[in-house]
């Protein structure tokens, strides 16, 4: 893939030191961030660490009082971390071994002319654990179209930016549709289902936009993803994205609908060049493992001691993966997965699974609902082999 760090009406990125990092929060217990094992007293009745703070003033949607940092008691103990000798790479080696037959069964997705040329035989998987170890198999180096899996970034980003009032303009529910269905937009008058669907991630731009231009946008989509990746490297393919710009009729339509009723307060170009630009994000499975490691950990990144979201807010994100996170297939691979998971239409997967580890899969060539046939297959195996099911 022909990469460039941005795409042609992006500002180059300013040297690394001088990166706004803004959206990445502050590092409220230093770099050698530890859960305290002592317990304090919170209003809510919730055991939690010393080192976090009770936010009891927080509300939620329906206007109820709640602590933020609610207990980790009952997760840790029915799932202890894994002990530190497993040998997470012979694991991987072993769970990737037995899937290769399935690797290139399923069609490239063709619909974005850039992704179509996408080796079909292609496969890598990484997995980085909460306590900073990193396996990796195959292609795992190798960046590919994030695509949707950018989703879950633009989320967080505008959850941080508006919390609960986004609920108010995309939904939380399944939709049992296709990704860039516009069938459920009318009935439900212009307010998709869920954030991780096309509508809903278009949705998701606009609140992200909020009066700046799509350029600097994309430019702290882009930052974001950069930072939790923890590599600056990361960038966006501008091929892919102005591939995705010529025959995005199908998005158009979906921000052309949802501009009519009102739900989108940008104009329709300007949400769709940043949705675009998301999507065409290339990173390899090493840096999006690392990237959706935060999510595993209650939403402050275990190696760095920064605070991306609250752990609350963690949970929420999982939550929504797990049962949106692969369009009409999300229940078949919870079913079959058993963790949160987003997929996206360049062949990637990540699944987090809570208090352990995060893993990236690729494998390019899809399934009929548009995720990884080899990439799910892979990730069943390590789940079941490393017992890492939330269930
Ligand atoms: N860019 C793709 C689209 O909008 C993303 C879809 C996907 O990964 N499921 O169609």
């Known amino acids: 893939m022909h990469q460039h760090r941005t795409g042609e009406w992006l500002p180059p990125s300013p040297p690394h030191a001088s990166h706004p990092r803004a959206l990445l929060c502050q590092r409220p217990n230093g770099p050698n961030w530890k859960r305290a094992s002592t317990p304090v007293s919170c ?12 936010e009891a003033a927080a509300n939620d949607a329906a206007g109820a009082s709640f602590c933020r940092y609610p207990t980790n008691r009952t997760r840790a103990a029915r799932d202890p971390l894994p002990p530190s000798d497993l040998d997470l790479s012979a694991l991987l080696a072993r769970a990737c071994d037995a899937v290769r037959s399935e690797i290139g069964m399923g069609r490239v997705a063709s619909y974005i002319p850039a992704l179509a040329r996408t080796d079909p035989n292609k496969f890598g998987a990484a997995i980085v654990t909460a306590d900073g170890r990193v396996a990796s198999y195959g292609d795992a180096k190798e960046p590919f179209s994030i695509q949707s899996i950018s989703k879950v970034f633009t989320l967080t980003l505008a959850l941080e930016r508006i919390g609960h009032k986004l609920w108010q303009r995309v939904g939380r529910e399944p939709s049992g549709n296709a990704f860039n269905s516009i069938v459920q937009l009318e009935r439900e008058r212009g307010i998709p289902r869920n954030p991780l669907i096309n509508a809903g991630a278009l949705v998701v731009c606009d609140v992200l936009l909020a009066q700046r231009s799509a350029e600097a946008t994309s430019a702290a989509i882009l930052e974001f993803v950069g930072g939790v990746a923890d590599d600056q490297s990361v960038c966006i393919d501008p091929e892919v994205a102005q591939s995705e710009a010529e025959t995005g009729y199908r998005n158009a339509s979906l921000a052309n609908f949802m501009k009519s009723f009102g739900n989108l307060e940008h104009s329709v170009s300007d949400v769709l060049r940043v ?15 690392r990237a959706g490691l935060f999510l595993a950990t209650d939403g402050t990144d275990p190696l760095s001691g920064t605070k991306i979201v609250s752990a609350h807010r ?19 691979f919870a079913f079959r997965v058993g963790t949160p998971g987003k997929s996206g239409v360049g062949g990637g997967i990540l699944a987090i699974v809570p208090d352990r580890a995060s893993i990236a899969v690729w494998s390019p060539a899809l399934t009929p609902s548009g995720n990884s046939h080899a990439g799910t297959a892979a990730l069943e195996q390590i ?3 490393a017992k890492w099911s939330v269930f």
């Open 43 to 54: 209003p809510y009745g919730i055991d939690h660490p010393q080192s976090l703070p009770c």
């Open 275 to 289: 949705y675009f630009h998301q999507c065409a994000i290339a990173m390899n499975c090493v840096q999006l493992a």
């Open 314 to 332: 963690a949970r929420r994100i999982n939550s929504i993966m797990l049962m949106c996170g692969h369009y009409d297939a999300s229940g078949d």
């Open 383 to 385: 789940v079941r082999d």
